[in-house]
């Protein structure tokens, strides 16, 4: 699940914009709340009509479409539409819904899961999908051959898999995995046409052949990539909306790197969706009628700020309260974002499964009672508005990149105010992750698209110190907790031990959350039903439809 | 004169050792690991980095590296791209015509607007129409083309809607980008044709042209323009150099393919073959173009020859 979850985040960096230094930020999306934002409609539904094309304004070139292979969350945006997956994620409720498997079994231990496949379907070269695909496309992520990077982590402790009859496969793994379903929903997970890999081999990820509802026509590198729909579509899963082929003839993905030259693109009509809107263009299109925008919620861990429990002065915990409380989000969205976003609460989105409303409560914003906490804890006024202990004043190192410079300079003016003075080191993102896993700061920004709640072990155990462990906190206690959550195949018992390592977190004063990460697209208004999947990143097209 | 195309050709093979030389241990000694970036840039375990590194041929001491890519490049072999995993060269191909194309329109468009405005204000020292045509070239050399791309989609795509703002193909999708590339270009040039036409339209030649009562325009263009272009090419062998690094910015903001994106792509990714085949590609073309220059010097002036 790490590096998985972790890299979707970081997005493919071809480009001299700005956002390609976006880090762990915008990069994706996941859309769980898309009832309060995904495709605002306006009044009457309107019939969805077929024919007709999407030209889809992409940031960000896909490196290759091999879902073994890429770790980039904008393949994913391709590869989705010309794979299918076993299961798939519904993001009103976050539950899975058949796929390319009618139904599923997990053993009550957690080591294998069984599933049953659907009758009748094929891949796009016209072979026959079948329980060996699955196999094949499982086990030749797991051949170190492939070098699979991001797929691998999703697979998890995978042992193997078992053709049990025609329709029938079962996957095992080495412990319990209580997260594949999240894995397997995803198509980096895709599974793919053994007959098209075998023929292509090395070069299968320039030409994928899956079994989804859009086959794959050409890719002109740096320029476009055509997807036509897949007149033989009769297997989608019952998330979507409606069965049989898609509505579009077919989609065009153009690389647009430029900002402003993407939206540009959406209102001279060269393009009819763009991903990436920039947050000080939203409230123009949002009131702009030949424009809609579809908002994903992205789930995870908001953009917020790690503290190092294990470097002066933040090893103190009334000094990491007094910088909680001492901040305030609201200010730091409106100043910096634009508004354009919801503050966060703790270490995982209000969309995420497991999300634990408590926190809510806990380190509110009070500017007096921080003061308080710092004069507690023994730091006292001294020359020049820091405050002072034995002599030594009270600065703090903040671990940043160029991106987040607006972030990082409202907080180091609203901790002034307090009496701290922080020190920001803007790095480039190698070198940032770098030092902040080695603990050489006091503070460090980070934000994670995950819709596994089980991401939290990548912050909290203490095993992940000197990676991302970034406050480096070492306790048993939630160590063991994480643990048991992580093998535990039960939903509520999961929720449960989640929920309490989100406590733990903020009664620590670990993290300071700043916003729940949203994906900002826009479309024209003749486009319809363009809906974000459960991670907010993706964008699903097989309902989509465009009018006139 | 073939004996002097050999002696250039040769002296360029040192050159294009040290670009490659220079631009491998730029790679290496900036921070950032290619294998750590092919898996994710999260932790992976020790185990894994090192595997990578070996089958990526990374833990070899760098001098030997170096000399398998030298080796490997002797024979034509670019290698494989590490994030696409297609070869090099055939990546660098792919692109390649887009980037010619942008660039020749480009130079095209700065010479003629360059030579026109600088032998309009030479020929119009003092008056109104000088003034202008060196403001205009001024706006040229000092206008970032980032941003001049950005006003120019604004007002040609998006207010007027007479041309595409981005993509290939069709000279509707050229205009824009090449008068990005090359306006800047043409300033420079533009003040170059000004300065070396009026430094020529003294000499006595003119005079004598003048005085057998030729025509001021077959005196201007049949005489003195033809002197003071000498420089003019060489700035103009310069400026495609210029133009051919100038193409990443306009490539990005127009959305267009091209060896100037792909390689700002491939040193963000650390994708040591991609970068190292780029700039040997460029560098060479850029030897080729200067050998050119220095041949179109005896095209346009009998008394340079090369012997």
Known sequence: MDKADRVRAEEHPDTLSRRAFVGTALGTGAAVAAGAFASRRRAGAQQPVRGGELRFGLRTEPDNLDPAVTPWAVSHRVMMHVYDTLVWQDPADNTFKPGLAESWQVAPDGLSYTFKLRRGVKFHDGTPFNAAGVKFSFDRIADPETKSGFAAALLGPYAGADVVDEQTVRVRFKVASAGFLDGASQAFLGIVSPAAV?????????????????????????????????????????????????????????????????????????????????????????????????????????????????????????????????????????????????????????????????????????????????????WKAGAGGIRQKDGKPLKLEFVSSEFFKGLVTVVQAQLRELGMQVEPKLLANPTRLATASKGEMNLANLGWVASNPAVLGHFFHSKNIGAYNWPRVKDARVDEMLDRAEASVDVERRKQLYGEVQEFAMQQALFFPIYEQL???????????????ARGSYLWLYDTFVTK | ?????????????????????????????????????????????????????????????????????????LSGDLGRSLQSRRLVLDEILAQLPSTVQLTLAGLALAVVVGVVLG???????????????????????????????????????????????????????????????????????????????????????????RSKGLAERRVVYRHALRNALIPVITIVGLQFGALLGGTV???????????????????????????????????????????????????????????
């Open chain 1, 198 to 378: 075998k023929q292509q081999g090395k070069d299968f990820g320039l030409k994928p052949v899956g079994t989804g509802p859009f086959v794959f026509k050409e890719w002109v590198r740096q320029d476009h990539i055509t997807l036509e729909r897949n007149p033989d579509y009769q297997w989608a899963s019952p998330v979507f909306k409606h069965q049989g082929p898609a509505y579009l003839d077919r989609v065009v993905f153009k690389i647009i790197p430029e900002d402003a030259t993407r939206l540009a693109t959406l209102e001279n009509a060269e393009t009819n969706f763009i991903e990436m809107v920039p947050e000080q263009d939203l409230a123009r299109l949002r009131a702009d009628t030949r424009f809609r925008l579809v908002v994903g919620s992205i789930p995870g861990l908001p953009i917020g700020v790690f503290l190092n429990a294990q470097k002066e002065p933040t090893d103190s915990l009334e000094v990491r309260q007094a910088i909680l409380q001492g901040l305030s989000r609201a200010d730091i969205i409106k100043t910096v974002y634009f508004g354009a976003y919801q503050p966060a609460h703790g270490p995982l989105s209000s969309n995420t499964l497991a999300y634990n409303k408590k926190v809510e409560s806990l380190n509110p914003f009070d500017r007096a009672r921080a003061r308080e906490l710092l004069e507690r804890a023994g």
């Open chain 1, 519 to 533: 994906n900002f697209c826009a479309a024209r208004a003749e486009v319809h039903d363009i809906r974000p999947d």
């Open chain 2, 1 to 73: 004169m073939l004996r002097y195309v050999r002696t250039r050709l040769l002296a360029a093979l040192p050159v294009l050792l040290g670009v490659s030389i220079l631009v491998f241990s730029m790679l290496h000694l900036l921070p950032g690991d290619p294998a750590q970036i092919i898996l994710g840039e999260a932790v992976t375990s020790a185990q894994d980095l090192a595997r990578l590194r070996r089958e990526l041929g990374f833990d070899a001491p760098l001098h030997v590296q170096y000399a398998r890519f030298l080796g490997r490049a």
């Open chain 2, 119 to 209: 032998v309009a204000a030479a020929t119009h020292r003092g008056s109104w129409a000088d003034t202008l045509c060196m403001a205009l070239a001024l706006g040229g050399v000092s206008m970032p083309a980032f941003w001049l791309g950005l006003m120019l989609i604004f007002f040609f795509a998006l207010q007027l809607g007479w041309l595409p703002a981005t993509g290939q193909g069709g000279l509707a999708r050229l205009v824009l980008p090449a008068l990005t590339l090359g306006y800047g270009a043409a300033g420079v040039i533009a003040r170059l044709v000004r300065s070396s036409m009026l430094e020529v339209l003294r000499i006595e030649y003119v005079t004598t042209a």
């Open chain 2, 249 to 307: 910015v306009i490539e990005t903001v127009f959305a267009r393919q091209g060896i100037g994106r792909l390689l700002v792509g491939a040193i963000l990714y650390k994708d040591f073959p991609l970068v190292q085949g780029i700039v040997l590609f460029t560098a060479s073309a850029y030897v080729l173009v200067n050998l050119l220059v220095d041949l179109g010097y005896a095209l346009t002036d009998p008394r340079i020859r090369y012997d």
